[in-house]
Each structure stands twice: as structure tokens, then as C-alpha cells.
């Protein structure tokens, strides 16, 4: 469904009672984008709990992500290009990364428990496998997304290409958000059920002298 | 033309997490134990091993053991288009003397003396005896070799080692299974909520399994037959 469509139908449903300031208010597209956004990272964690691999259907492709070394660690990084989902699991929303025009180079999700310690390992001396790390931002950096640090034998690639499991709001308004089978009617009830509105309390008693 | 009997390193392990269904998020642990895996194999339950050329010191009549060295099969020298394997003796003297800075024997001291090959001619001939004698220095990883008239400059060493270089490295394919129910059980006995009845499972499969890859890896009858005529020779015919 377009995400501009998903927000007007739940806009829709919220003030479809007579539209009062209080509703607009509350039904501003972007609360409501924020609200779907929340929802979303609901039924995407009970997908990642059943079947994690059934998540590559809701990833976002971004090419030509630049690698670039930090001057004074000489630590390979990226800049995320988005807002990603956090799961559970290594390598959060960072679904996978590959180089640009190649499979060649694997590139594998880690802990920095890992990193410190897989250069002692076999693997970690034969494998040209590269390991990448999903951090926050740097102190003091622009990265508002986070950054993904690599680590490995093999050469750096200057660019790669990245799927994601965006934030909602990653979204453009024009664009298709895959919403799992089954789970559009409930992601739209849940927003609205939150939208409980009370009958609006009379300012004035005409009763009253 | 059937499927390959070999597969890389790289891809046994791509096969083990297709099969298993491990996440890529543990490529490295698997990795890992499939080295482990291979390693184990090599070490205890094939025939194969390394055959390489090595140089002797003829300082100090030694023999470096190559890094990847795990255990010895052999020592020998090429004699006749066949080679003749040393025999150990662990008596030889294994003690070197510095002197200026430079590893040497010290005959005073029975360093480097060959071992006498006893009589063979006359009265109270002892015999044939072996020519030459090794015996192992595990602490400084060498081999000490000794004889009568030690002039060759290498020795072909046969040992065991791990069997994995880099992730192109050729791995038989008839090792698989042991890999992956090998992996399998060392991924259970790594997670702290393991189940021990699922880890002593997949133990108990891996030495199945090691169990038909040596019965797989047993000579042929003809190889069995050629054994017992080796140590017969031929008649002549009147």
C-alpha cells in the first residue's frame, strides 16, 4: 500500500465523527505517521520472532553506500543511510550488505566481542570474509542514523550495497510499504484504537446564572 | 560426470549453514568448528598426512618441524627410489652448546657422536644393526638425527597436520557429514541454555559417522593381498 494512501485511510477512520479541532489535532498525518511507525516495528519484531528470513521481503535497498576510514582509528565505516528497525539480534536492522556489483566479499554481522577476539581464532587468520559492526552514532558525528565499522583481511570496497529494515518514516509518501499478509486491517485498527475520543465536555452550563 | 568429490573450505562451511540453518550472524563460530572439524579428522581418524622435503642442520644434526606440524608419521631418506625410514632412539644426547652465539655439538660432551653400528664381520659379529636413529625435542620443536656418516642435506618428513591453508583449501567431500554433525554438536555445547541430550546427539552421530569414514577409508582386498606378498619373494624355477 502507498504509505500516503495507509496514512489517509487511518486519518480517515480516526475523524470519520464529525471533525473537530481536538481530532484534527490529534490526527495530524505526522503524529499519525509516528504512531504507524511504533505499530510497525510491533508486527515486524513477531515476524523476526516466527521466521526471521521472512523479513528480507521488508528491506530497502540502498546502493553505492560509501566505505570510508576514519583518520585517526583507520577504522572502515559507513554511515547508515537510514533509520533502521533495532531486533534483537546481530546486525539489527542492517539486513545485509554486499558489494556493488559482486558477491565476492561476504560480508558477516558481528559483536565487538567477536571482533576482539576472532583474530586469534583460524578463522579469523584464513577467512576473507569481512565483519561489520553496527554502532551508534560517533560522539561528536553527524551520523544521526548510526554507523556499520568493518572489519577484516580482505580489501575494502568503496562502495556497497545495503539492505535495510527501515524506520516507517523512512518511507517516502509516494512510495509501496509491503505490509505483511493479513496484518493490514490490524495495523490499522491498532492506530485507531488509540484515537478513543470522549464526548467533548460543554464549556458553559446554560443552566447556570 | 557425477558431483565433485572436493569441495573449498569456504564452501563446506556455505553448505553447513544451508543445511543447518544457522543465521549468518554465526558464519564465524561454524567456520570455526569446521576447521576444528577438519583439523580432528586429520589429526585422528584418516591415513592422510603431509610428505615434504626438509633441510638438516648440519650444525647440530637437526630438523625444524614445519609450523603446521601436528604429530609424525615418518622420517626417512631416499635410498634406492624407496625410502628408508630412520628408527627412533630416544637415547641419542639432545643437548647443543653456544659458543659464540652459534648452536653447536660438543663432542666432549657426546653431543653429535654417532651411534656404533656394532660388528658385522668375524667372531662376535653383533649383526646388521639400523644405520641411522632419530628422537624428537618437542620443547624446541626439532628432531635430532643421528648415524654413521650423516652427510645428506634433507630428509623426507611425513606428518600430520591440520590440512587447511587458506579458505580455498580442497576438502573431501566424504568428510562432510563428520563436519556438520561435528559443528552441530559443538554449537550446542556453546549455547548457554544447551540442551546436553541434543549436544551428546549429535556426538553420538559424529562417531557414527567417523566410524563408516574409516570403514570407507579401509585398504581394498587387493591392497590387503599385496600386503601379505610383500613379505614373500619369488622361487626360482628349475
Keep these: ?209 | 560426470m557425477d558431483t565433485s568429490g572436493v569441495n573449498t573450505l569456504k564452501d563446506i562451511v556455505n553448505t553447513v549453514l544451508f543445511n543447518t540453518g544457522h543465521d549468518k550472524s554465526e558464519f564465524m563460530y561454524i567456520y570455526n568448528y569446521v576447521i576444528s572439524a577438519i583439523r580432528e579428522i586429520h589429526m585422528l581418524h584418516t591415513n592422510k598426512y603431509k610428505v615434504s622435503k626438509v633441510d638438516v642442520n648440519m650444525n647440530t644434526f637437526t630438523i625444524d618441524w614445519p609450523d603446521d606440524y601436528l604429530g609424525l608419521v615418518y622420517l626417512g631418506i631416499p635410498i634406492g627410489g624407496k625410502i628408508w625410514t630412520l628408527t627412533r632412539e630416544d637415547e641419542i644426547v639432545t643437548t647443543t652448546t653456544m659458543i659464540n652465539g652459534q648452536e653447536t655439538l660438543t663432542t666432549n660432551m657426546g653431543e653429535g657422536i654417532p651411534i656404533g653400528r656394532g660388528q658385522r664381520y668375524g667372531y662376535g659379529a653383533t649383526g646388521g644393526k639400523n644405520k641411522y636413529y632419530y628422537t624428537s625435542d618437542e620443547i624446541n620443536r626439532r628432531f635430532f638425527i643421528n648415524g654413521v656418516n650423516l652427510q645428506f642435506a634433507n630428509v623426507v618428513l611425513a606428518y600430520r597436520s591440520s590440512g587447511v591453508e587458506d579458505e580455498n583449501t580442497l576438502i573431501p567431500i566424504k568428510y562432510y557429514l563428520s563436519i556438520e554433525f561435528y559443528t552441530r554438536w559443538r554449537i550446542e555445547q556453546r549455547k548457554d541454555s544447551g540442551n546436553l541430550n541434543n549436544a551428546q546427539y549429535w556426538r553420538s552421530e559424529y562417531d557414527k559417522e567417523i566410524s563408516q569414514l574409516k570403514a570407507f577409508e579401509s585398504p581394498t582386498l587387493d591392497e590387503i593381498y599385496d600386503a601379505f606378498y610383500k613379505v614373500c619373494s619369488g622361487t626360482y624355477q628349475r
Design chain 1, 1 to 209: 500500500m502507498i504509505k500516503q494512501n495507509l496514512i489517509s485511510q487511518i486519518r480517515a477512520k480516526i475523524l470519520q465523527e464529525k471533525p473537530t479541532i481536538d481530532r484534527s489535532y490529534l490526527a495530524d498525518e505526522r503524529r499519525v505517521e509516528l504512531d504507524i511507525a511504533s505499530t510497525f516495528n510491533t508486527i515486524y519484531f513477531q515476524i523476526f520472532k516466527k521466521i526471521p528470513s521472512n523479513l528480507d521481503r521488508y528491506s530497502k535497498t540502498y546502493y553505492n553506500v560509501p566505505v570510508l576510514q576514519d583518520i585517526s582509528s583507520l577504522v572502515y565505516y559507513s554511515a547508515l543511510p537510514a533509520k533502521v528497525i533495532q531486533f534483537p539480534t546481530v546486525g539489527d536492522g542492517v539486513w545485509s550488505i554486499n558489494e556493488m556489483q559482486s558477491f565476492g566479499a561476504n560480508f558477516i554481522p558481528m559483536t565487538e566481542n567477536d571482533r576482539l577476539y576472532m583474530a586469534s581464532t583460524d578463522v579469523g587468520k584464513i577467512t576473507t570474509s569481512i565483519g561489520y559492526i553496527v554502532k551508534g552514532q560517533a560522539n561528536g558525528g553527524s551520523n544521526l542514523n548510526g554507523i556499520v565499522e568493518y572489519y577484516g583481511n580482505s580489501t575494502m570496497p568503496s562502495l556497497v550495497r545495503m539492505d535495510l529494515i527501515v524506520d516507517f518514516t523512512e518511507w517516502l509518501l509516494t512510495e509501496d510499504i509491503p505490509i505483511p499478509a493479513g496484518q493490514d486491517q490490524t495495523l490499522i485498527n491498532m492506530i485507531v484504537s488509540q484515537f478513543k475520543f470522549q464526548s467533548s465536555h460543554r464549556i458553559s452550563n446554560e443552566n447556570e446564572l
